[in-house]
């Protein structure tokens, strides 16, 4: 099965849920409006992931950095992802 892995720098608590551009050349910077309680940032980041890849929520794994902002994630099921450089907000 076709696979993507992300490296994502997670900003939690945010106005807005949505692609930030990128991070230090090597992340993608996603905000998410949930805070990081009981992971919730994390299943908001999956869920964002989900709707952005078109892929059922169980296609996505943070497979490194659940307590951290910095994460890998792989997205399962789809064979390309690429956020928009310039996101609009």
């Not at 106005?15 to 090597?26: D, E, P, V």
């Amino acid at each position: 099965m076709p696979k993507v892995i992300l490296q994502i720098r997670l900003t939690p608590g945010a106005k807005h849920t949505g692609w930030q551009g990128l991070w230090n050349g090597t992340h993608w910077k996603v905000t998410v409006h949930e805070r990081a309680i009981d992971n919730k940032a994390n299943q908001a980041l999956i869920e964002f992931l989900a709707k952005e890849a078109c892929v059922p929520k169980q296609n996505i794994t943070i497979t490194h950095g659940l307590t951290n902002r910095q994460k890998t994630v792989e997205i399962t099921g789809i064979e390309k992802l690429e956020p928009p450089l310039n996101p609009s907000k």
